[in-house]
């Protein structure tokens, strides 16, 4: 399976220092019709890579009662068992997080590698939620 891969220049990014700006890169990227947003923080040991992706609202019972069941069971029984984390937040937005460390915060390469490989391992669950969950405009 190919992902068509397209870099987002115009994303969002919160303001930062120009000295935060240099030590911690900030990207977005498209990746089979989902927006990747990705940031570096540095630890003891190099830098971690995050990448988020929202997947979208998690429907009320009124708007589809089985996707939501369906939905709130994924979400609780994800947990640690997968590389990333599915996220809700208190307006029902669904989000996936991971993360990845890379050993130099200068190595664009493995900042963009690991981004990739987080994203890889992101897309068995965003089909999923696809799937059981975020009515797509094939379902809609």
């Not at 940031?39 to 995050?50: A, C, I, L, R």
């Not at 900042?111 to 799937?131: F, K, Q, R």
């Amino acid at each position: 399976m190919t992902a068509p891969l397209a870099i987002d220049s115009s994303a969002d990014t919160p303001v930062s220092t120009d000295d935060e700006a240099s030590e911690s890169p900030k990207f977005s990227f498209r990746c089979s019709n989902r927006l990747f947003n990705v940031w570096t923080q540095p630890v003891s040991d190099g830098v971690e890579v995050y990448v988020a992706c929202d997947l979208g609202h998690l429907p009320y019972s009124a708007e589809n009662r089985e996707r939501r069941r369906n939905g709130l069971m994924i979400l609780s029984a994800a947990g640690a068992a997968i590389s990333a984390r599915l996220l809700l937040t208190d307006f029902h937005k669904i989000s996936l997080l991971a993360n990845v460390t890379v050993p130099d915060v200068q190595d664009s390469k493995a900042i963009v590698s690991g981004a990739a490989a987080s994203v890889i391992g992101m897309l068995p669950m965003i089909d999923l939620m696809e799937t059981c969950v975020i009515p797509t405009p094939r379902q809609a």
